[in-house]
Nanobody, 126 residues
Framework: QVQLVESGGGLVQAGDSLRLSCAAS????????LAWFRQAPGKEHEFVAD????????TYADSVKGRFTISRDNAKNTVYLQMNILKPEDTAIYYCASGRIPFRFGERDITDFGSWGQGTQVTVSS
């Protein structure tokens, strides 16, 4: 069983940056695909980005491409989401997820991942 804990959310202004972290425990996730999703009020979960176990392959949603960067440190069992040029429409609860699934290019569905964190709130004011 993998436990995930996100941190780094907060209230920022449009154009600012934030870095989210997600620390895994329970077992090493070095061979897991890791991902970030988000959920805005009244909306479904939305895929944001994922990363292969080696960190060499990534996929991004079109809405964040060029602004967000996902990375991981397997030695620390942690995945990160660097968010730059934040927009009000980025306001959501951000969740990290892990799955014992092979990485593939293309957006993921929430059913692909078996472990989830509790989420961290990101609010971007205009």
């Amino acid at each position: 069983q993998v436990q995930l804990v996100e941190s780094g959310g907060g209230l920022v202004q449009a154009g600012d940056s934030l870095r989210l972290s997600c620390a895994a425990s329970g077992r090493p996730v070095s061979r897991y695909t890791l991902a970030w999703f988000r959920q805005a009020p009244g909306k479904e979960h939305e895929f944001v980005a994922d990363i292969s176990w080696s960190g060499t392959s990534t996929t991004y949603a079109d809405s964040v491409k060029g602004r967000f960067t996902i990375s991981r440190d397997n030695a620390k069992n942690t995945v990160y989401l660097q968010m730059n040029i934040l927009k009000p429409e980025d306001t959501a609860i951000y969740y990290c997820a892990s799955g014992r699934i092979p990485f593939r290019f293309g957006e993921r569905d929430i059913t692909d991942f078996g472990s989830w964190g509790q989420g961290t709130q990101v609010t971007v004011s205009s």
